[in-house]
């Protein structure tokens, strides 16, 4: 019975793992089989197999991946011990009613008597979820605890998902705003463009905790590091290079935005509609108005592949497939591609790869994958050390500088442009190019301390 269980999970093209045996009896044998497949259909696929064998029942069929999330991937976790009255009495009443006091009669004492000083919310309402769209908060939930744990595991830093069943912009602001108190920072993510624009800069104008727009601005920094290293390995200065950016959205906006003010010679933006241009009256919106105007200074207009010719990067945050191999064919010299998409790129990396010089995606199973969590663990780590007031320009390309600067010269190659996302040393290089950049434009509350960027909160 074994060998034709095996037999039928081969030949539907199954990949068979470990076979263990959960339980014998006379007459009957449980075994747990695990298979590595393609996908759902080809699962459905196996098991619709399995179960026409004579004598073959199928107790349980699970997805490892599934699993890993039952009940939540997160938790929360005393610091400090509840085993005897004395200690009950201490963290709770009446003890407690000493620090609601002194933060009473000094509310900075907030910072150092609670939770404040390293927890962030990561606020999303679940229109814009990477690779997904809008699928909602309840939906984004799983996302949103995968968030709070590469902030607790790279940064040390402690997030909490903050999902909301809202879409309107001016009610997230409001929550959000009425949420602040408890927390030291606010990242906004997944939350669809242009709604997004409007929400972020309202919360930076009412709140006095730092607030960030992970898909925008962690996206930019990263982008920004990348390309800076890319430009070394080809030899171009990067006030030289022409950008071509596919995607209008909040990503794509940020990296506009960051690679103007860092000098980048000149950059055509492409949506849906085609290249956007000053007079373009079709799909506008004042994003891709102010894009027009700050972009495209030689009025192209034209398809993607238009705007491909005798360009030297191309930065893709749109769609997959929208990139064709005839297009990189037309680029410069040692032509860079960031095609960023998730879960499948722009262009597919193999197909690119006999044309491209320097290739980055989103996905971590191919080299130079361009990931915000690159970006955000310590840039938060360093703005919460010096409980910054906001994450401003300048922190931002202090952070990007940070993570260039973490893959030595001498180390940079086609396939090394970004360190990886599991470099611990990074993060804390970050945090601390962060925190001096806040201190130098005086929006940090305190002085870092040489610990704190290590510290676990």
Request: overall charge negative; aromatic content about 4%.
């Amino acid at each position: 019975m074994l060998g034709r269980i095996a037999l039928a999970i081969g030949t539907a093209g199954g990949d068979m793992g470990g076979i263990d045996i959960v339980q014998a009896r006379k007459g009957s044998m449980v075994r747990d089989f695990t298979v590595t497949v393609r996908d759902d259909a080809h699962a459905q696929e196996i098991t619709h197999t399995l179960k026409a064998l004579p004598g073959v029942r199928i107790r349980n069929v699970s997805d490892p991946v599934l699993i890993v999330h039952l009940g939540g991937k997160i938790e929360m976790r005393s610091k400090v011990a509840i085993t005897t009255r004395q200690e009950l009495a201490t963290v709770y009443t009446p003890g407690v009613a000493r620090v609601c006091r002194a933060i009473e009669d000094d509310p900075e004492a907030v910072w150092n008597l609670t939770i404040k000083k390293n927890t962030v919310a990561i606020v999303t309402d679940g229109t814009a979820v990477l690779g997904l769209g809008d699928i909602g908060p309840l939906a984004a939930l799983p996302v949103m605890e995968g968030k709070a744990m590469l902030f607790k595991e790279f940064g040390h830093v402690d997030a909490w998902p903050i999902c909301l069943d809202t879409t309107d912009p001016g009610e997230i602001v409001a929550i959000v705003k009425a949420l602040a108190p408890g927390f030291g920072g606010i990242n906004l993510e997944d939350i669809s463009a242009p709604r997004c624009f409007e929400i972020e800069s309202r919360l930076r104008e009412l709140l006095d905790i730092p607030v960030f727009h992970d898909d925008q601005d962690g996206t930019a920094v990263v982008v920004l590091a990348a390309l800076q290293n890319a430009c070394k390995v080809v030899d171009k200065q990067i006030g030289e290079v022409r950008v071509v950016i596919s995607g209008c959205g909040a990503a794509g906006m940020a990296c506009a935005k960051m690679l103007l003010s860092h000098g980048v010679g000149e950059i055509v933006a492409v949506d849906t509609a085609g290249v956007i241009y000053d007079g373009r009256t079709e799909n506008m919106t004042p994003p891709k108005q102010w894009l027009a105007e700050h972009t495209n200074k030689g009025k192209l207009k034209g398809t993607l592949a238009d705007a491909m010719v005798g360009a030297d990067v191309f930065l893709g945050v749109s769609t997959a497939g929208v990139l064709s191999v005839d297009a990189v064919k037309t680029m410069a010299r040692d032509p860079i591609v960031f095609a960023l998409a998730n879960p499948d790129p722009e262009i597919n990396p193999e197909d690119a790869a006999p044309y491209v010089r320097v290739m980055a995606t989103g996905r971590s199973d191919y080299p130079n994958q361009i990931n915000n969590v690159l970006c955000f663990p310590g840039l938060f780590r360093g703005a919460l050390d010096v409980q910054a007031r906001e994450i401003n320009a300048e922190m931002k390309s202090a952070a990007a500088a940070a993570i260039a600067s973490s893959v030595a010269r001498a180390e940079l190659s086609e396939e090394y442009i970004v360190p990886s996302v599991f470099d611990r040393g990074m993060a804390r290089d970050v945090a601390r190019a962060v925190a001096r950049a806040a201190e130098k434009t005086g929006v940090a509350r305190r002085k870092r301390h040489t610990r704190q960027t290590s510290a676990s909160g």
